[in-house]
T-cell receptor, first 117, second 112 residues
Framework: AQKVTQAQTEISVVEKEDVTLDCVYETRDTTYYLFWYKQPPSGELVFLIRRNSFDEQNEISGRYSWNFQKSTSSFNFTITASQVVDSAVYFCALSVDHTGANSKLTFGKGITLSVRP | DSGVTQTPKHLITATGQRVTLRCSPRSGDLSVYWYQQSLDQGLQFLIQYYNGEERAKGNILERFSAQQFPDLHSELNLSSLELGDSALYFC???????????FGPGTRLTVT
């Protein structure tokens, strides 16, 4: 069975601070996919990134960066110079079926990030 | 805007009733997924369809059913509603397999 753990439940920072959201996953599959989604107060789920298990390169997109480490089964997300608009719930998710027949997402509980002006 | 549409946005109904939630996937996406988000259970996968066929089931109650039509839109039917069914129901779509899933705005169901 797959599991995603987001141990942090709530994080509060002041604008312009850097913040890292932790994600630890469990799976016995050697091929799997990791995702981050953002859920702002308006409620929709916004796709941020997808990473497959055989690509451990870190990724940077503007103020966002992701650190994937298979050795520790972690896929952490860092926001640099946080802004009030970053306030949201952030979900890490895992999908393991590389055949595509059953590619359901298993989500963590989410981390509520509050960025204060 | 993800390109996935869901209707209605809000739904308030009484216990014992039946409702239908509708989803239209992004253009070109053949896979549709349904998820339920509640405070106690978090985000949970319900069911997946690919090009009209059911492909996977998660923790979906027997009172719930879904289908995907030839035009690829999908409907989630919830019957004999209970208070505990109150939740945000999301539809997502993807091309196939483990491509990223794009979510619709959700339908907030309130059972009174």
């Amino acid at each position: 069975a797959q599991k995603v753990t987001q141990a942090q439940t709530e994080i509060s920072v002041v604008e312009k601070e850097d913040v890292t959201l932790d994600c630890v996953y469990e799976t016995r599959d050697t091929t799997y996919y990791l995702f981050w989604y953002k859920q702002p107060p308006s409620g929709e789920l916004v796709f941020l990134i997808r990473r497959n298990s055989f690509d451990e390169q870190n990724e940077i997109s503007g103020r966002y960066s992701w650190n994937f480490q298979k050795s520790t089964s972690s896929f952490n997300f860092t926001i640099t110079a946080s802004q009030v608009v970053d306030s949201a719930v952030y979900f890490c998710a895992l999908s393991v079926d590389h055949t595509g027949a059953n590619s359901k997402l298993t989500f963590g509980k989410g981390i509520t990030l509050s960025v204060r002006p | 805007d993800s390109g996935v549409t869901q209707t209605p946005k809000h739904l308030i109904t009484a216990t014992g009733q039946r409702v239908t939630l509708r989803c239209s996937p992004r253009s070109g996406d053949l896979s549709v997924y349904w998820y339920q988000q509640s405070l106690d259970q978090g985000l949970q996968f319900l069911i997946q369809y690919y090009n009209g066929e059911e492909r996977a089931k998660g923790n979906i109650l027997e009172r719930f059913s879904a289908q995907q039509f030839p035009d690829l839109h999908s409907e989630l039917n919830l019957s004999s509603l209970e208070l505990g069914d109150s939740a945000l129901y999301f539809c997502a779509s993807s091309k196939w397999g483990n491509y990223e899933q794009y979510f619709g705005p959700g339908t907030r169901l309130t059972v009174t």
